[in-house]
């Protein structure tokens, strides 16, 4: 079983709301992502967290806020998105380093379907 | 530039066969990392492998092995008397320093195992 975990699976929610994504790790990784994946094509790194603050922002439009509350916990806040940001949203973990052989540990992804 | 090509966009086999997943990749590094992941319908990436490029020794998991040649780029991926339980999407990725250690992957392989 996978130990990164996210909340919730399948999320619907309309142009104009506001929702979140939740994921928590507890493999004690001081890195985490979110990664966007849309059908049958790889996942692309949206946002990395390195000791809790943000490192890498993949220019990703603002209707996307993550969030890193504590070195476990990672949010993905959504608001006013597009029917074209329905995808699979992964959030992973790993330990940091630049130069990183690191292995990055995948969750089971939320599935968000905007309509 | 870093790149991962899968050239196999799709591989159906009947089980009990034996099948090889394809990976090439690109770098300039010295020193990088190449990863293999497994995705089922249900959307988690699991990981299965992670190969330095400073070791070029096979590896054999049960029904799984994997030739990792820095001669020719590659990091090949071998499914040995294959399942049903084996059909997914397969990613190969590639992780260096000069991609400030992102996760490059390949297009992935989806792998069709019949019964």
């Known amino acids: 079983d996978t130990e990164v975990t996210q909340t919730p699976k399948h999320l619907v929610m309309g142009m104009t709301n506001k929702k979140s994504l939740k994921c928590e790790q507890h493999?004690?990784?001081?890195?985490m992502y979110w990664y966007k994946q849309k059908a049958k094509k790889p996942p692309e790194l949206m946002f990395v967290?390195?000791?809790?603050?943000?490192?890498i922002n993949e220019s990703v439009p603002s209707r996307f806020s993550p969030e890193c509350p504590n070195s476990s916990l990672l949010n993905l806040h959504l608001h006013a998105l597009q029917p074209e940001d329905s995808a699979l949203y992964l959030c992973?973990?790993?330990?940091?380093?630049?130069?990183?052989?690191?292995?990055?540990?995948f969750g089971e992804g939320s599935w968000l379907t905007v309509v | 530039a870093q790149k991962v090509t899968q050239a196999q966009t799709e591989i159906s086999v009947v089980e009990k066969e034996d099948v090889t997943l394809d990976c090439v990749y690109e770098?300039?590094?010295?020193?990088?990392?190449l990863f293999w992941y497994k995705q089922p319908p249900s959307g988690e990436l699991v990981f299965l492998i992670r190969?330095?490029?400073?070791?070029?020794q096979n590896e054999i998991s049960g029904r799984y092995s994997w030739n990792f040649q820095k001669s020719t780029s590659s990091f090949n991926f071998t499914i040995t008397a294959s399942q049903v339980v084996d059909s997914a999407v397969y990613f190969c990725?590639?992780?260096?320093?000069?991609?400030?250690?992102?996760?490059?992957f390949g297009q992935g392989t989806t792998l069709q195992v019949k019964p």
């Open positions: 992973a973990s790993s330990q940091p380093g630049q130069l990183s052989g690191n292995t990055i540990y």
């Open positions: 493999m004690g990784h001081r890195a």
């Open positions: 967290y390195s000791y809790e603050k943000l490192s």
């Open positions: 770098t300039r590094d010295t020193t990088y990392y």
């Open positions: 190969r330095n490029s400073f070791d070029e």
């Open positions: 990725a590639l992780r260096s320093g000069g991609n400030t250690g992102k996760l490059i």
